[in-house]
């Protein structure tokens, strides 16, 4: 049994989808409206070609990870005031799979979006977790940074608190730190 290649994980504006209803193992940066599928998206600072080889360097140490594609995401850029759009490179595109040990495991999904200094992912499948993906993150050794509350509000223990839970993490309710100056 194996997971498909998603159809849908992408449209022709390479953007990740979110989890669909029926994705029990999936996490994705693009699942605002369930918590539990959700982990915020990544942020770098070292050049695109730099965080692409990290990233690859990352899933390549992993056991049972292949990357499968890495495609340059093409846009349209106007380059002076009265010069016609010329096509640019604006981003990357990486897909990865990753297998089981076993048969019965299965086959699971990771995608990557690299885009003006953000990593938008989704994760699907065998082994699709937000330990898997934070874990990528930890392990790039500062190269990739949570952009947001919610991967903090999923190590601070919100993350069966639902939508409150999400809000205690983003304006930081959790510890109360911050409000002394106010």
Not at 111 to 133: M, R
Request: hydrophobic share 35%; charged share 25%.
């Amino acid at each position: 049994f194996s997971v498909p290649m998603p159809t849908n994980a992408m449209d022709d504006s390479y953007r990740i989808s979110s989890c669909g209803a029926k994705e029990k193992n999936c996490v994705s940066s693009a699942s605002v409206k369930n918590i539990k599928q959700f982990s915020s998206p990544w942020e770098y600072s070292v050049s695109d070609d730099e965080a692409l080889a990290r990233l690859k360097g990352l899933l390549g140490s992993m056991e049972g990870v292949a990357v499968d594609q890495v495609s340059a995401v093409e846009g349209k850029a106007v380059v002076g005031e009265d010069s016609e759009a010329a096509v640019v490179t604006t981003g990357q595109y990486l897909h990865a799979t990753m297998k089981g040990e076993f048969l019965f495991e299965g086959e699971g999904n990771l995608e990557f979006l690299l885009k003006d200094k953000v990593v938008t992912f989704k994760a699907s499948g065998y082994g699709a977790s937000k330990s898997l993906v934070d874990g990528l993150r930890k392990k790039s050794d500062g190269v990739f940074t949570s952009s947001g509350g919610v991967a903090d509000e999923y190590e601070s223990g919100y993350v069966n608190e639902g939508v409150l839970g999400q809000l205690k993490a983003f304006y930081g309710y959790q510890s109360g730190e911050g409000f002394e100056d106010v």
